[in-house]
């Protein structure tokens, strides 16, 4: 997966049900960012860190909550306030001070 | 904070023909400006990008244009191939900060 896994890949939740994605990288990047993608909505930005034991809101990041621990895994918590969260979940890095992100593989998440 | 909007959501083309998608931003002080070609179920990829300091890039049939006066950018891709249909997505940023997405172009290119 190019350096960034996500996992897993499908992702069933019951409703009231928090669930957890992860996402590690091994390319050293010191920036993790999180998306989420609906049909004909593009990528929003769900929250970002750019450094290790901090992290920042995006446009859409009620009812998601992060942590970054280790530089190299930034896991996110789908909890039981996102009202729909049926989605496609990115998770993307970048070093430092450079352009272009390296995107991971992505995890389908479907409420049931 | 930074606005992406890009257009049209959907095109359709014949095999060989040009395609152009255009974007704009509006935030005067986003200097970054990718695009990403995402195919069905996979991940995006960069497919080409530029900075502020340039006014156009290509690379063989795909080029990028920026306007900086009237902030906005455009994606050309002569020579159409049934491969290059997918997603493709704009995007902007301030410097290497997070990236501010548009929200898509479907392309179809036809035999």
């Known amino acids: 997966d190019g350096g960034i896994t996500q996992s897993p890949k499908y992702l069933f939740r019951k409703e009231g049900q928090n669930v957890t994605l992860s996402c590690e990288q091994n390319?050293?990047?010191?920036?993790m960012y999180w998306y989420r993608q609906d049909p004909g909505q593009g990528l929003r930005l769900i929250y970002y860190?750019?450094?290790?034991?901090?992290?920042q809101k995006g446009d859409i990041a009620e009812g998601y909550s992060v942590s970054r621990e280790k530089k190299e895994s930034f896991p996110l918590t789908v909890t039981s306030a996102q009202k729909n969260p049926t989605a496609f979940y990115l998770c993307?890095?970048?070093?430092?001070?450079?352009?272009?992100?390296?995107f991971g593989s992505g995890t389908r998440l479907t409420v049931v | 904070g930074e606005n992406v909007e890009q257009h049209p959501s959907t095109l359709s083309v014949q095999e060989g023909d040009s395609a152009v998608i255009k974007c704009t931003y509006s935030?005067?002080?986003?200097?970054?400006f990718p695009w990403y070609k995402q195919e069905l179920g996979k991940r995006p990829q960069l497919i080409i990008d530029?900075?502020?300091?340039?006014g156009e890039k290509k690379d063989q049939r795909i080029a990028v244009t920026l306007n900086k006066t009237a902030k906005h950018f455009s994606l050309h891709i002569t020579e159409t191939q049934p491969e290059d249909s997918a997603v493709y997505f704009c995007?902007?940023?301030?410097?290497?900060?997070?990236?501010?997405f548009g929200t898509g172009t479907r392309l179809q290119v036809f035999p």
């Open positions: 993307a890095s970048t070093p430092r001070g450079i352009y272009g992100y390296t």
């Open positions: 935030d005067s002080a986003s200097n970054y």
């Open positions: 530029i900075r502020s300091n340039v």
């Open positions: 390319l050293n990047h010191d920036a």
């Open positions: 995007a902007a940023s301030m410097n290497t900060d997070k990236l501010i």
């Open positions: 860190s750019q450094i290790v034991n901090d992290f």
